[in-house]
């Protein structure tokens, strides 16, 4: 009987001690498992302030560079317009000294008539006269001394005339040299915002990608862009559903693959398909070195359907081509169409800039057939 309570007994302790082991490595687990909870919210928070902080970043760089394109193009009229006034100076004073020479040889012909009269005399005019026995000699000389006194008369008005005109070509001169001025120093005042603004941009950019690189969110950032432009085209689509048929001579968009011509001239400085460094993406299109203000061509005819900011491709055109297919060209200086215009090949659509946050002028190029990116050297011909 004692032998059977002692087993008892050792087994309840046995149970017991299994059962507190049990307790405490569950206990333990909980407190493992709330500490791995506690620590991916904190990096879901990281990261969801960090993106936040990134969309702000961003925000700056579209204003700056919006601010920066009407700036440009402010400074591009400006520009005009002082060209214009030094071009209606130079008139002025080509017409000036045109006036000048007039009256230098209306002076000489009055000179030689004067010497002319003074050498005849009065007398002299009155003895032709007399000394003429045909009636019509008599006339005739009348009429020529008529006809001298008459253009004597003329010249002197001309030479009144043009001396007006110069004073009056003077005034306009002078007035449209301080125009001319006025104009100056309003570009200058312009140069020196858009100065200021490009410095501020450029300021941003390096923060920015120092802060994504810090926070490490470059890749989720470039897959939330994708999935951005995917909507976009997605609505642009939705959009579009009636568009008429721009294809020039009939000739279908595919049917011109491998005769493209590229939409601006410069050195591959990304290709297709080749995986972006740290995030491991592919490039879904082409990154064109080219100067800054280089003239951007549509490849093909088609309609704009966007043609304003967008980010990290910065001024961006698309140009849809019809049965699908599309163009992109992003990171402009200036857009020189607007949505719903109509383009020819070949036709100028905007300027190579570095706006989307690029630190070098280049365009970004891209093709696509509904939501699949194609490979643009096959399309356009080296």
């Known amino acids: 009987m004692k032998k059977k309570i002692k087993y008892f007994i050792l087994i309840y302790l046995f149970t017991f001690s299994n059962y507190l082991i049990a307790k405490q490595s569950s206990h333990e687990n909980e407190i493992k498992l709330k500490n791995i909870q506690n620590r991916m919210n904190d990096v879901n928070k990281n990261i969801s302030n960090a993106k936040i902080k990134a969309k702000k970043f961003e925000k700056d760089i579209r204003k700056n560079e919006k601010l920066a394109v009407e700036l440009f193009m402010q400074l591009e009229n400006t520009r005009s317009e002082i060209l214009k006034g030094n071009n209606t100076i130079l008139k002025l004073k080509e017409e000036e000294e045109e006036n000048k020479n007039i009256i230098k040889k209306e002076k000489m012909r009055l000179r030689t008539q004067i010497r002319n009269i003074y050498q005849i005399g009065k007398y002299n005019y009155i003895k032709l006269l007399l000394n003429q026995d ?184 698309i140009i849809d081509h019809n049965n699908d297919y599309l163009s992109l060209y992003g990171h402009n200086q200036q857009l020189l169409k607007v949505a719903g215009d109509s383009v020819k090949a070949r036709e100028i659509i905007a300027s190579v800039g570095d706006s989307g946050g690029q630190n070098n002028s280049a365009l970004y190029f891209e093709i696509r057939k509904g939501k699949k990116t194609l490979n643009p050297s096959q399309w356009c011909k080296n």
Do not use: C, M
Not at 218 to 243: F, V
């Open 134 to 317: 045909d009636l019509t000699q008599i006339n005739r000389v009348i009429a020529y001394y008529d006809y001298d006194n008459y253009a004597r008369s003329n010249r002197i008005k001309n030479l009144n005339d043009n001396l007006t005109r110069i004073k009056i070509l003077e005034k306009e001169i002078n007035d449209e040299n301080n125009n001319l001025e006025i104009l100056n120093n309003k570009y200058q005042y312009k140069l020196n915002n858009f100065n200021k603004i490009r410095k501020k941009r450029l300021n941003s950019i390096v923060e920015i990608k120092n802060y994504i690189k810090n926070q490490n969110i470059e890749l989720l950032l470039l897959k939330e862009n994708e999935r951005d432009l995917a909507r976009l085209l997605n609505k642009i689509k939705l959009n579009n559903k009636n568009i008429t048929n721009y294809n020039e001579n009939n000739i279908s968009f595919i049917q011109k693959k491998g005769k493209l011509v590229w939409p601006v001239k410069g050195k591959l400085l990304k290709k297709y398909g080749v995986q972006k460094k740290i995030t491991g993406l592919k490039w879904q299109g082409v990154l064109i070195g080219a100067n800054h203000g280089s003239k951007v061509h549509a490849i093909s005819d088609g309609k704009v359907v966007f043609a304003d900011w967008f980010k990290n491709y910065g001024l961006l055109v």
